[in-house]
């Protein structure tokens, strides 16, 4: 197969300085630059086959051919978002440098992302889940405490286990929480909550401590607070115990909470306050779980659907 000769020689040149710019200048990370190099180089072989000889020839009309050409060979929406967000920051470098007139990328529209939607665990699994651990010894008690207060709550794993004792307000029913930034938030606490959490911290959490200090609510075996690992391993084997057969995360239990409350009718702003999101629009993927599971129902037993 015949090579094409490298002719859009101002483009390949100009590749080198803005390299060196991301490089030096705005110190991106080496896998970052990499990704950029990769995209560009692609770009220019593509604009060097169609036989292109000069950076300035290169309209709008051209560009997203390029676009229609990476969708043709199956590359998803996020790789293409990623192509048009490099060769815009390249077009930009080159007008600035004054190594093009023309910015052909303005107005480019950046091809909205597939939004997956979280999964979420049913209500059966969530009450198989709590059920499972043994609650008549103290790991048991933690640990039903622990479930209760991730899906009653919504709270990230680094958000509890970053809990102290003195976050917890079980007499009036509320938690505490430090989310991303140090921002602070008071969750409100179910029944089923409030009593898993006092039977822990009245009948377990001193047995744990083993004559020790320690201001964290959730401990490990040794008296410490538990770690992210920690969890996410007792996450696994009760999960296994109650027979649910997909992966579960702590994050699983968050968009369970906050999907369930919006399928009983829970107000959006109040669930966004809730998980702590700064941006409603972050909040609303609830909104789009549970139109596509009322969709499910639908096709399920509607006899003409």
């Not at 990370?29 to 060097?48: F, G």
């Not at 198989?128 to 709550?153: N, Q």
Request: glycine content about 6%.
């Amino acid at each position: 197969m015949e090579t094409v000769e490298p002719i859009l020689q101002d483009a390949r040149f100009a590749l080198e300085d803005y390299l060196h710019f991301l490089r030096v200048e705005r110190q991106l990370a080496k896998n970052t630059l990499v990704s950029y190099q990769r995209d560009l180089l692609d770009y220019i072989v593509h604009l060097e086959g169609e036989g292109y000889v000069s950076i300035e020839q290169v309209d709008r009309s051209i560009i997203l051919l390029y676009f229609q050409k990476l969708k043709d060979l199956g590359k998803s929406t996020r790789t293409i978002s990623r192509h048009i967000s490099s060769i815009r920051s390249y077009h930009q470098f080159l007008v600035r440098e004054k190594i093009s007139s023309h910015d052909p990328t303005v107005h480019l529209e950046t091809p909205k992302l597939e939004q997956k939607l979280p999964r979420v665990l049913s209500v059966a699994e969530i009450d198989a889940l709590i059920s499972s651990p043994d609650s008549s010894k103290p790991l048991g008690m933690r640990d039903v405490a622990l479930l209760e207060l991730l899906y009653g709550t919504g709270m990230r794993v680094s958000e509890l286990i970053g809990l102290d004792m003195e976050d917890l307000h079980l007499s009036m029913g509320f938690v505490r929480i430090f989310g991303k930034g140090s921002k602070e938030r008071i969750v409100p606490l179910g029944t089923g909550a409030i009593k898993a959490c006092r039977v822990y911290v009245e009948e377990a959490r001193s047995s744990l401590l083993k004559g020790k200090q320690a201001t964290a609510l959730f401990l490990n075996m040794r008296g410490t607070r538990l770690t992210r690992q920690g969890c996410w391993k007792i996450l696994k084997g009760h999960a296994m115990e109650a027979g649910i057969q997909q992966e579960l995360t702590p994050h699983i239990l968050r968009h369970s909470f906050a999907t369930h409350l919006i399928e009983n009718g829970a107000d959006l702003r109040a669930v966004q306050e809730m998980l702590g999101h700064s941006d409603i629009s972050t909040t609303q993927i609830y909104t789009h779980v549970s139109r596509s599971r009322l969709k499910d129902v639908y096709v399920k037993y509607h006899p003409r659907a």
